[in-house]
Structure formats: C-alpha cells, structure tokens
C-alpha cells in the first residue's frame, strides 16, 4: 500500500462516489487482496451466518458485497467482518479497529525498516531467546535425524514436535515415550523432511495447576504484544489463550478461546471467544469461570515481556506467548506479525494504539 492508494482509501470513507470508484479500482489494481478476501469469504459466510439466513440468496449477495467492500476500505478479513461486528458499525466505529490486512502491512513496513534474521523459524527463535525457555529443544531436518529424535523423547518422557515455520497451532504434534507412537511419528514427517521441512523438537512444559484448572490437556498460555521505543517496551494489549476439547495447542485457529486481559491487573476482562464467534464466560469443558479471573504473578510477567522485547531493539513489534510453570513464567514462541486478537472478545479496537506507537515509526501522520 503506497501513500497513493492510501489518501484514495481516506478520501473514499467520505464519498460514496469515491467509494465505488475506490472498490472498483482494488477489484482491478489490487488483485492479490481481492483473491485473498474471495477466497476467506465462503468459510467466513458459513461459520458465521445463522443457517436460516443462508436461504436467502438476496441477503447473502448483499452481505457478501459488503464484506468485500469494508475489507478494501477497512482492510479486514471476513471473518473480522463478523468477530468485529462491522455489519452494523458505522465509520467512525470501524476506523477504531485494524484489521489483520492492515497489521499484516504494518508490520511488513517496519520489517523492512529494520531487518531481524530469526523471524520465520521456530528453532533459531529458541537458540536466540533460550534461557527464557527454561526448557530444552532440538532441531529435526533430516531423514537421518531419527534416533536423534527417539533419544530425546525417551529423555523427556514425550515432546512437542512443530514444523518450524507454522503458525496458528497448525503442525503441532505430541508424541509420547511410546515405540510405536514414536514410530508412527517418524512416518509421518519423513516425506516432509525429504522436501526440506524442518521440525523443532521441545521438551513438554509442565503448566502451574493455576492455568491448568481452565483446560488440563493444552498448554494455556498468554500473548503479550509489546511495541519497542527509544525509551521503552510498550505494552499493547494482552489474551488469555485456552485449549478445548482434546485439543494439545490453545490457539483459536486450532479450536481454543481466546479472552483479554487487563494489561495493568492481569484480570480477564468478559468472556473468552472462539474464532467461529462462540462466546463463554466459563470453560464448556471444565467448568472454570473465565471471566474475572486473575492470572498469577502478573508482575513477574509483565517484566519478562519487557525484558525479551529488550533483546531485540531493531524489532519493533512482537506477540510473545508465554506459560506459567511451577518456576514461574516460560516463554513458548514469538511471533513478529502477531494478529491483534485482543480486539475480538470485547470489540475493542486498536487503533489509538497503533497511531502512538506505529505510525510515528512508519512516518504516518494521520488515518487513510
């Protein structure tokens, strides 16, 4: 997005004329977004859209219409659409928000102020932050890597096996000290190794019974978004991530919940959402209020966040994902275009944010 297309898009939210004439023009000019956001349609319509509705073939063409409009003005993905509430926001309320589009081109714009060379892989994110895991990991990337693997999941009596440039909870695997478990593992990824996927071993995190409590089989982990300054670590926003089910991984995108935090107290604020909308002030599976909860040693956290941002000055932004053991705080991953999920459970958007840390970092002077 250059500064051309960003004073059109500003100008088009005042006019209706430019406003056709700016959604006709990304219909043509700005092809890969307009294939990204057909392709995200369907599956947004069907998760989101009450079955009953889905019948009326006038409705769904307007909606559909309209999603596709407020993703080239708003730059939101049509599941935002409907997480966010856009279909009955005016433009004032949808300016609040950023949607994934737009973060999506933050963050490429400040990657290419400022290079990091780790980003995109699992393993050397661990090599470089590895005191903070407090845990023990080995990288997979070759056919000949299997007893490698076997010895250390016998050590640690099981593993969390990642490919090492996924995201999402998608690619995660635990495999347990177990022959054939192991065997039926090695199977699995040994055509992906000769292609050239690479795998990262970890050693298991054993929670604190005080995250464990919401959902036993997933490690529940909180995200900190943080935006480094000259002066500081900023604090964004944080989520309380939480498995389901018989799901391993937390993530919203895998069939966990998600639910925002107060940054200052460390308490949940309202229910936890999932990423097809549901919304629960308590866990379906456990039982445990959601709402209101106090996350333990949130001071301790909130340093630790702050001191990882540190290490890294010439990236600006980052979503550290963090688990609380016995020992206190953990580090899981990190992630560098970090979506801003906290805007989902509350509808509370991040655009004030954004304009204090991002644009004065990006040269931007006011909202397109």
């Keep these: 997005m250059d500064r051309a297309y960003l004073r059109f898009r500003g100008a088009a939210k005042k006019s209706r004329i430019l ?37 009326d073939g006038k409705y769904i063409k307007k909606l559909e219409k309209d999603i596709i409009e407020n993703g080239f003005l708003y730059s939101v993905s049509p ?4 997480l966010l509430g ?5 433009d004032r309320e949808k300016l609040s928000f950023v949607g994934d589009y737009e973060k999506g081109w933050l963050c490429q714009r400040l990657g290419k102020l400022r290079s990091v060379k780790i980003w995109g892989d699992k393993f050397k994110i661990y090599q470089f932050f590895r005191p903070y895991y407090r ?10 890597d299997a007893e490698a693997l076997f010895d250390f999941i016998k050590k640690h009596n099981g593993a ?8 999402m909870g998608k690619g995660v695997t ?14 699995s990824i040994s055509d992906s190794l000769q292609k050239g996927t690479a795998y990262i071993a970890e050693e298991l995190i054993r929670q604190s019974a005080e995250t464990a409590v919401f959902h036993p089989k997933s490690v529940n982990t909180v995200r900190v ?27 919203a995108g895998s069939g966990g919940m998600i639910a925002e935090i107060n940054p200052e107290t460390g308490l949940v604020i309202g ?3 999932t990423e097809a909308g549901e919304k629960f002030a308590s866990h379906p599976d456990s039982g445990t209020r959601i709402d209101g909860a106090a996350l333990p040693k949130w001071e301790e956290l909130l340093e630790l966040s702050k001191t990882l941002a540190s290490m890294l000055p010439d990236q600006k932004y980052v979503g550290w994902d963090l688990a609380l053991t016995d020992q206190g705080w953990v580090m899981v991953e990190a992630n560098s275009r970090a979506q801003f999920i906290n805007q989902y459970p509350n509808r509370i958007g991040m655009r004030e944010r954004v304009r204090k840390y991002f644009y004065p970092e990006l040269g931007l002077t006011k909202d397109y």
């Excluded at 890969?32 to 319509?45: G, T």
């Excluded at 845990?135 to 000949?144: M, T, V």
């Excluded at 635990?174 to 199977?187: G, H, Q």
């Design 79 to 82: 599941s935002e659409y409907f």
């Design 160 to 167: 969390i096996l990642k490919e090492v440039d996924s995201s």
């Design 86 to 90: 856009f279909e009955t926001l005016n």
């Design 19 to 55: 406003k056709l004439l700016f959604v006709f023009a990304c219909r043509i000019l700005r092809k890969d977004l307009n294939q990204k956001i057909r392709k995200e349609l369907p599956k947004a319509v069907e998760t989101f859209v009450p079955d009953d509705r889905k019948k």
């Design 225 to 251: 978004m943080t935006f480094r300054t000259r002066d500081e670590a900023a604090i964004l926003g944080a989520v309380f991530r939480i498995g389901r089910g018989d799901s391993v991984v937390d993530n």
């Design 174 to 187: 635990l495999v347990r000290n177990d022959p054939e478990e192991m065997k039926r593992c090695w199977d």
């Design 271 to 273: 229910d936890a959402i």
């Design 135 to 144: 845990r023990e990991a080995i990288s997979i990337k070759a056919p000949g």
